[in-house]
Structures are given as C-alpha cells and as structure tokens.
C-alpha cells in the first residue's frame, strides 16, 4: 500500500482530477451518452496518469540532486522503473480507450496526450514550454466536440481552453521559479520572473474568460458575464499575492479555482460543440 500511495502522488493527482473533471463537465454539456462519458473521461483520466508519471520519472534525477523530499521518486529511486512502466501502460491504455470514440476523437486525444509527454522530454526547460499548455489545454474542449458531432469546437472555445492553458501553466511554476533557475530550467514562466508569470497567469484568466462571454449564445449572456466577473476577481486576487512576493501554493489553488468557474462558464453559455 505504500508504494501505491507513493505512485499515485507521483501522478499529480490534483491537475489530474482537475482535468478530468473539467472534461467530465464539458461532455455533460454536450449531452453525450451516459457510456460515451464514461469513455472519454477514463481516457482522459489515464491519458493525465501518464503524463503525470513520467513528468516525475523523468525529473527523478535533477529532483534527487536538488533534496526535493516532497518528490517520491526522487526520496525512494527503487520505484523509478516502476514509474515508466506505469506511464507507458496509462499511456497505450489511453489510447486504445480513445479508439472506441472514433479516429476523429483518437487524433484529438492523441495531440493533447502527446502536448503532455512532449513538455515533460523536451519543452520544459524552454521557452517554447508555454506551447504544450497551449496546444494541450486548447484541444480540451474539442475533445467532447468530436465524440457528439465529430467536429472540432468553434475557435472561440479553443482560444478559451489556451489561454486557460497559460494560465495554468504559469501559477504551476511560481513558488518554484527560483529553484527552477538554479537548476537550469528556464521554461516560459522561469524567464518571465515571478511578478510577471503571476501577472500574465491571472491576465490569461481574464482572457478566456471574456473570450466565453463575448461568445455566449444571448440567453446566456447574463450569466457568463456574471462568471466573467468571479473570475476577473479572483485573478485581481492573484495579482495582488504575487506583487506581495506571496507567490505560494495558494496562488496556484486560486488559479485552478478560477479555471473551474471558466469551465462552468463554457458549459453554461452553450455553443461550444456546435
């Protein structure tokens, strides 16, 4: 049992769970069918375990060198293989998951899968890190898109799930960024410096949240502009603790808080698998 224990926290299991639910949460508002749901999200779900696993597999090395204690692997290096056979399994089960949906949805979850493994072997340490969120988190709505219409969401909803992306991605690295630079990453967020991921992570939020509600159908309106303004309050939250130098965990929390009232946005307003 604590092995298990110890894997499962190395599957960042709170992004992990975020993003399924979000997905969870988009499909229901595409009224998909009760197993059509089922499928997508244990696809995503697992796709996310694999990611998660081998981010950690494959940071074990420079995490170990670094005392990072908070890091399984890198306090118990005996589970490191047993890692990458997790994520590669998670993977390819993924997969094989994704292909009941249709090709269309297999090649949809395929590029967001693969946004995730490409960060974590090439693209985290670079300026180009910012590229897999926005890929990644850009196909996110597309996904239940495919499985009710086979049709990729409006290009509204894609700019929407990037800039969520970005959003995400530079709150994640925040109370890190100084040991980040020590170690020679210098990801997207790393070369902006705290002060500025944090501003450019809450201006994202406000982004996509105004990117729902400036596409809300009518009968929606009043209600995505509501959200618009929860999250637009929650980002002035987070500007607020990162000019402060308070660049904590709880700002990533806020962060993904506000990225769960944009998802609830996108669902209520309609029109994003049309």
Known sequence: MRVVWLLLQSTHPGPTLVVSAATCGLGIAASLAAIDLLVLVATVLLGQVSVGLSNDAIDAPRDRAAGRTDKPLAREPGLLRASWALSVVFGVLSIALSL????????????????????????????????????????????????????????????????????????????????DRRAGILGFPQRLGRRTAGVVAAASLIAGAGIVASSAAASAMAVAWAFFAAVAVLAAVVCALVMRGRATRTVFRIVMLAAGLLVVQLMLTGGFTT
């Open 100 to 179: 009941i949906l249709g090709w269309a949805f297999a090649t949809a979850h395929l590029v967001f899968l693969l946004s995730g493994w490409l960060y974590n072997a090439l693209l985290k340490a670079t300026p180009l890190s910012v590229l897999s969120y926005v890929i990644g988190f850009g196909m996110l709505p597309s996904l239940p898109a495919l499985v009710a219409s086979d049709r990729l969401a409006p290009f509204w909803a894609t700019c929407a799930g990037a800039a969520l992306g970005i959003a995400i991605h530079c709150a994640n690295v925040l109370p890190d960024i100084d040991d």
